[in-house]
């Protein structure tokens, strides 16, 4: 069970004591709304941060002192939760009742993190240049290597077009362009800002007791003078009106994304029912789509949906032949009405409520999935809790399923065309 303290205004601690392993998490995050000049920078920031304090002043002494705290990590933490973006760092650390001699490893592990976040390497007015322009250089290659994956590229480009009004469509890293125009001095006074007026999340998994962990968490937030900003309510999408646009490229497999809307998110009573028809339709190997699309009709290389539920966006992705495209977006199109006809076997329903099912069981599984799974439920802003979550899945019938079918509707599309087929 999670236990919620506001430590500050604007600054919430989630805690969740488990004391079922061996190893702890704590992560900060600075929860910001998805804007375009300053997803760059904050996708930066973690990795910039992450290269040396005062007292550790590179990554050799850093790792030193890591090891001396029995292996414990620290690494960069960059989500897109619906409108938000969130930028920060996860610790993962040893319990100290399994430490030796009455060794202390979360008191220095919030102490390490609060040098991280409040001690960097400084040079001039500006973090070091160094540092940032090699941690530019990191994330430009992760930029490109997204859109050297043609499945994600089209994705991507699809949310593009479905958003240009709605911060989705904004990239979780934001573009290269703005990396490259990031500096030393810039990324600085942005993370100054950012640290007094953000929303700041903690979240902690381990078998201390809140007695123990606010007194550190608030000593480290001492430093921070802070000016909270009320953070804006999560959002359903946006409508522009739908496009449905195409591009080519020297590929050998051409992508078909499609994009749909609906009103149902995951702040509405019938979300169980939107994430059990969307792995009906098309999430996962037993969906109407692998079943019939891919394996009866061989009409792709691969395909399947997925349902962004803070939003409320199904979308479709397949990997085909460019000669095929008409006939693949009818059978989409298809499988889907079939659905809204309520064309549900009770098999294809079971091995949906199975499958959702058997990814909430894992939720608890270890410290980073807890810490993955809760965090992002809060920011969502996820109406129920776990448990009512799995009694909603398990209370499902065909016939909501249907319903919530019947609100899905095509809204926009994109075509990644291979010139070399």
């Known amino acids: 069970m999670i236990q919620n303290f506001e430590l500050l205004p604007g600054v919430t601690l989630r805690f969740f004591a488990d004391s079922r392993f061996k190893q702890g998490c704590l992560s900060f995050q600075l929860v910001r709304p998805m804007a375009a000049d300053e997803a760059a920078m904050n996708a930066l920031l973690p990795a910039v941060l992450l290269r040396g304090t005062k007292q550790y002043p590179d990554l050799r002494a850093i790792t030193l002192h890591l090891d001396d705290l029995y292996g414990a990590s620290v690494s960069a933490l960059v989500r897109r939760i619906g409108d938000y973006q969130t930028t920060g760092l996860y610790c993962g650390f040893m319990e100290d009742r399994y430490a030796m001699g009455g060794d202390e490893i979360l008191a220095p592990m919030v102490e390490f993190l609060r040098q991280l976040l409040l001690e960097p390497v400084m040079e001039g007015d500006g973090f070091s240049t160094e540092f940032v322009e090699s941690e530019k250089k990191n994330l430009i290659s ?168 803070t939003k409320g966006i199904i979308t479709v992705s397949a990997g085909i032949d460019a000669g095929q495209e008409e006939t693949v977006r009818s059978e989409i199109l298809r499988q889907l009405q079939l659905c809204q006809n309520g064309e549900i076997s009770a098999e294809e329903l079971t091995a949906a409520r199975e499958a959702v099912l058997s990814g909430l069981r894992t939720v608890h599984d270890s410290p980073g999935s807890i810490e993955g799974y809760h965090s992002t439920a809060a920011l969502s802003g996820l109406c129920l809790d776990l448990d009512e979550y799995r009694e909603a899945v398990g209370n499902v019938q065909i016939a909501d399923v249907v319903a919530a079918a019947k609100t899905v509707k095509l809204h926009s599309s994109f075509f990644l065309q291979g010139v070399g087929e």
């Open 142 to 309: 992760t930029i490109e290597s997204e859109l050297n994956d043609k499945r994600v590229y089209a994705s991507a480009q699809l949310l593009k077009t479905m958003c240009p009004q709605d911060a989705f469509g904004i990239p979780r890293l934001g573009d290269k362009e703005s990396v490259e125009r990031v500096d030393a001095e810039t990324l600085y006074r942005h993370y100054q800002k950012i640290l007094r007026d953000s929303r700041i999340e903690l979240f902690y998994v381990g078998s201390a007791q809140p007695e123990g962990i606010i007194p550190l968490l608030k000593n480290m937030l001492a430093g921070i003078d802070r000016c909270y900003v009320n953070l804006p309510e999560q959002t359903a999408f946006h409508d522009a009106g739908g496009q449905h646009t195409r591009e080519t490229m020297e590929i050998t497999q051409s992508k078909l994304c499609m994009g749909f809307v609906t009103p149902i998110t995951n702040r509405t009573r019938d979300f169980a029912a939107m994430q059990l028809l969307n792995t009906v339709f098309g999430a996962g190997m037993t969906s109407k789509l692998f079943m019939n699309v891919r394996e009866k009709m061989s009409l792709c290389y691969s395909i399947g949906s997925g349902y962004y539920g």
